[in-house]
């Protein structure tokens, strides 16, 4: 089990869970939440719209702290909502994803049947200004099952 494997698990488990939701899109419709490793794709051309609404799920960090402990990965989840209503309000959408994916956690703290979400789940939202588009984050964590060493096989 590797923080890799991670990623992606939670990447296809993040598209599962929005799947149903649909937001605004910068080109006019709705779409569901797109969810990407790592970083945004990159654009071909200016002319693309921006791939609004999204999540990336980055690996922050991790490691072990003894060779019995399990593997600790650190995620940040980057939220990005783009919402043109005059009322200003899209901060609401962002947290309705946070706070759907803090639920489901806690809910079920099992992903993928080998990765354990532990707590805590700290969540921020954007102190600027930026309409139409809305930004938070949030930080998770998740164990990992440690390796054990092959003791018959050491010489």
Request: net charge negative; hydrophobic share 40%; glycine share 6%.
């Amino acid at each position: 089990m590797t923080a890799r494997f991670l990623q992606d698990a939670l990447v296809a488990a993040l598209a599962e869970l929005f799947k149903e939701r649909v937001y605004k899109t910068p080109g006019g419709d709705t779409a569901p939440v797109s969810v990407f490793a790592q970083n945004l794709p990159k654009r071909k051309s200016e002319e693309d719209d921006d791939p609004f609404p999204y999540i990336i799920v980055r690996l922050s960090e991790g490691g072990i702290t003894t060779q019995t402990d399990p593997h600790k990965v650190e995620v940040v989840l980057l939220v990005g909502i783009f919402d043109d209503d005059l009322s200003n309000q899209g901060h609401r959408a962002v947290l309705e994803i946070l706070e759907t994916i803090q639920h489901h956690f806690e809910e079920v703290p099992l992903l993928d049947g080998q990765f354990v979400f532990v707590d805590p789940f700290e969540w921020a939202l954007q102190d600027e200004e930026s309409y139409p588009y809305f930004f938070g984050a949030a930080k998770m964590a998740f164990n990992l099952p440690a390796t054990r060493r092959k003791w018959s096989e050491l010489v």
